[in-house]
């Protein structure tokens, strides 16, 4: 069959991002730029004489550093008590005492185990650097998160004097990411990195590895910065950008290298005793495409060699997984240059996709949902009205129409917040549960794009909850139970953290405090009701407008991915007035309201250009007697359907449950004279709505078969003489290689009955054990 035929084509010859023209287009160039280039591992390692600039640095570094260790010795010393996270108190003094110190007396090996120190719970300290107070200390290694990214961040530093020794580049930034770090820099004369670099790179970390070079923190002012990189216009961006006049930030230093940085970090370079590049590419100077273009350099680093050998044991077993690689296999989807971040769904992919979305509905149906549609476009005055404009503008795309701003939808809670305002409401609505699948768009960077993960049109699972906030407890153990049983059919598990009250915050502190303490108990509850599920607590990190519960499921690779949210909000509903009648009789006052006295109309407000600023959507307003504010849920399952999608293709290798499998089975005749039979059987399990399709190529039978449990066919149907008289099949299972032999044919309707039963319950399991069974006792005997 052609189309069978043309996916198992497609297995053989597909490669990552193979199918994106504007990709194509940018690798010819770069190859036709790079093609005269030397190897550049053939030239020196590294730059003889150094760049001027690094003794320039060194020179001010040490005078700055002798003046502040000057300063550090007049500070006193007094007796600090240090708390272990056991409970155990240490002595020290202060300004003397480091936590190095600490864990060297606890043991040499927790002090090579140990990245950072972590104080109060809070703040992350640099080993070597003396403790100024009393505090709780906490000592982190590379297997903590927080102690994973200061070990990353530390690497990236080695990369960046790796980089500067080599080329005598501007440093921009570099800093640890999910799966390591990157630097970014200007090379002189706008050169680009090659991969021929990265060995000469590699062997340079190794010699700054070797040097056990100690990072060193020095505190300095912003007009001592703006002399220390005058060289770096970069650097000389971020200074004037980010930090305030009159006050003082720190750099680090490691051998010849000083950089910008807040840390902290490793004790010195000799911990880095596993570090690879991985790969490097061209990027904006801040993201922006208005920008210079710049280099950008990737890595990765563990403690030791054999967690080394693991992870690229890992990247191989997720390379072979990678979505982009499937779709295009699998003909699921695919982008076009004249809309980039907007997937092309193809018809097998749009079977995925409505598969998700129909479960999700089922169960909007069972939870008391109602679905609701709003435009895709709106006037800005609604983004200023609920505060995203502010902070949001640069992610949206913004439209002139009729010399008016208008935005495409990037979320859709204020759309929902007009949807129940646009009546008045009685507390016996609530809750009231909207759910909207509409597009929404969001202007992400080009250089941000991949594949499904990241994109610019997209839809989501999204829906708002407005209750009461007695009612705030129930609706989330809801949540928690729709979360569980969606992720536990998909085989995924989850984290679940809650964020609390940030610094800035909006809002009574009593109903911050009242909300938390609701999200504490739903969470110990559903902790205890679920074999003690784990969750943490993650302080200071809640959404301005709420406090908020972030979940990460963890796919079959162990890998984190963030995609459900539960976030309460307590902002828009006063942003858009909300309010609902709470069935008490407003308290009337005895004596009468005195008029109200003439308000003069106040002038037209004018922005800093001296135009009049255009008024509001809504007016803002109190409570009307005998109403209260509802409280908002913002919630999402799967979040973004696209990103879903390509977690669930990644977490199953393309191997499709059979619910959402967009080719479920596929009927092969043994040969041409059963091909009406094979067809007959096709037809009636499209009348059950199955995903079927025909193999009537001139292939062999074995062909035939190889082909559709390549293209991963749930189900292969194989009919012949026997099963054409008797109205059976012969199954072959694609998840169970004993039902790989032939001759156990099963009832036609039986079989129809079975996969029904299968797709209803959403179920993975073979609903043919019977053939296994037979098959045994047949090689028994």
């Known amino acids: 069959m052609e189309q069978v035929e043309k996916v198992t084509e497609a297995l053989k010859q597909a490669t990552i991002g193979g199918g994106d023209k504007k990709e194509k287009k940018e690798k010819v160039k770069k190859e036709k730029k790079a093609a005269p280039a030397a190897d550049a591992s053939a030239g020196p390692l590294e730059l003889n004489p150094p760049a001027a600039f690094i003794q320039e640095r060194i ?137 021929t670099d990265w060995a000469p790179l590699e062997s340079i970390v190794s010699k700054v590895v070797k040097e056990k070079q100690p990072f060193q923190r020095l505190e300095m ?15 000389q961006h971020i200074i004037k950008d980010k930090i305030a006049d009159g006050t003082r930030t720190t750099v680090y230093r490691n051998g010849p290298l000083i950089d910008l940085c807040r840390g902290p970090h490793v004790p010195d370079t000799g911990r880095i005793e596993a570090f690879a590049i991985m790969k490097n590419s061209s990027s904006y100077f801040l993201g922006d495409a208005n920008n210079d273009s710049l280099q950008r350099i990737y890595g990765v680093s563990f403690p030791d060699k054999k967690q080394m050998a693991a992870h690229k044991k890992f990247l191989e077993e997720a390379a072979k997984r990678d979505h982009r690689l499937i779709g295009k296999q699998q003909e699921l989807f695919y982008f076009e240059e004249c809309s980039p971040g907007s997937a092309m769904w193809l018809p097998h992919g749009m079977r995925i996709n409505n598969a998700i979305v129909e479960y999700i509905k ?54 929902h917040a007009m949807m129940f305002r646009h009546r008045e409401r009685s507390h016996k609505e ?80 009593e109903t911050w405090d009242r909300a938390e303490a609701r999200l504490k108990e739903a969470l110990d509850e559903f902790s205890a009701a679920n074999e003690g599920v784990a969750w943490e607590l993650n302080p200071g990190d809640g959404a301005f407008y709420g406090p908020k519960i972030d979940i990460a499921v963890l796919d079959c690779l162990n890998r984190s991915w963030q995609c ?7 902002q828009q509903p006063q942003n858009f007035s909300l309010e609902y009648q709470t069935g008490e009789a407003p308290v009337k006052s005895e004596a009468p309201a005195p008029a109200p006295a003439p308000v003069p109309e106040a002038a037209p407000e004018k922005d800093a250009d001296g135009k009049e600023k255009k008024k509001p959507l809504l007016v803002k307003k109190t409570l009307s007697p005998g109403c209260a504010r509802p409280v908002m849920i913002h919630r999402a399952m799967a979040g973004s359907i696209e990103r879903f999608t390509a977690i669930l293709a990644e977490h199953f290798a393309g191997k499709w449950p059979f619910w959402m499998s967009p080719r479920q089975v596929i009927v092969i005749p043994v040969g041409m004279g059963f091909l009406d039979y094979a067809k007959e059987v096709a037809t009636l399990l499209k ?64 079989a129809i009955e079975k996969l029904r039963k299968l797709k209803a319950e959403r179920g993975m399991y073979n609903p043919f054990p019977h053939v296994v069974e037979k098959k045994a006792e047949e090689q028994k005997a």
């Not at 002012?221 to 216009?233: I, R």
């Not at 010399?403 to 759309?415: S, V």
Request: aromatic letters at 12%; proline letters at 4%.
């Open 59 to 195: 020179d001010l570094f040490d005078r700055l550093y002798k003046e502040q260790q000057e300063e550090y010795a007049k500070k006193p010393r007094e007796d600090i008590l240090i708390t272990m996270p056991d409970g155990s108190v240490k002595t020290g003094k202060s300004y003397e005492t480091t936590p190095a110190e600490i864990a060297k007396g606890i043991s040499n090996s927790l002090f090579k185990r140990t990245v950072v120190a972590r104080i109060d719970g809070e703040t992350l300290w640099d080993l070597e650097r003396p403790l100024e107070k009393s505090c709780k200390l906490e000592l982190l290694d590379f297997n903590d998160d927080q102690g994973k990214f200061v070990f990353w961040h530390s690497s990236a530093h080695i990369l960046g004097e790796a980089c500067e020794r080599r080329f005598g580049c501007s440093l921009c930034i570099g800093p640890p990411v999910d799966n390591g770090f990157y630097y970014e820099m200007a090379l002189p004369d706008g050169a680009a990195v090659q991969s």
């Open 221 to 235: 002012s912003k007009e001592d910065l703006l002399k220390m990189f005058a060289y770096n216009p970069y650097k």
């Open 362 to 415: 089922e169960e909007y149906w069972k939870r008391g949902y109602d679905e609701v549609m709003t435009p895709n476009m709106f006037n800005t005055s609604l983004w200023e009205q609920s505060g995203h404009l502010a902070h949001y503008k640069e992610d949206m795309f913004i439209l002139d129409v009729d010399k008016e701003q208008f935005g495409l939808k990037p979320m859709n809670c204020p759309a």
């Open 430 to 509: 609530l809750p009231l549960r909207l759910a909207d699948f509409g597009v929404l768009h969001r202007n992400e960077a080009s250089g941000a794009l991949s594949g499904l993960t990241r994109v610019r049109r997209f839809q989501q699972d999204d829906a708002h909850i407005f209750c009461r906030e007695d009612q705030i407890k129930e609706e989330v153990a809801d949540l928690f139970d729709f979360m569980s049983s969606f992720y536990g059919m998909l085989g995924l598990t989850f984290k679940l953290k809650l964020s609390t009250r940030p610094e800035k915050y909006l809002g009574e502190i």
């Open 564 to 570: 459900a949210t539960i976030q309460l909000d307590f």
């Open 687 to 750: 009348k059950e709505r199955f995903h079927v399709d025909v193999d009537s190529s001139g292939n062999t039978l074995q062909k035939k078969i190889r082909n559709g449990q390549l293209a991963q066919y749930n189900f292969v149907f194989v009919v012949g003489d026997d099963e054409m008289r008797n109205r059976k099949v012969n199954i072959r299972y694609r998840d169970d290689t004993s039902t790989q032999a032939r001759d156990v044919p099963v009832d036609l309707n039986d």
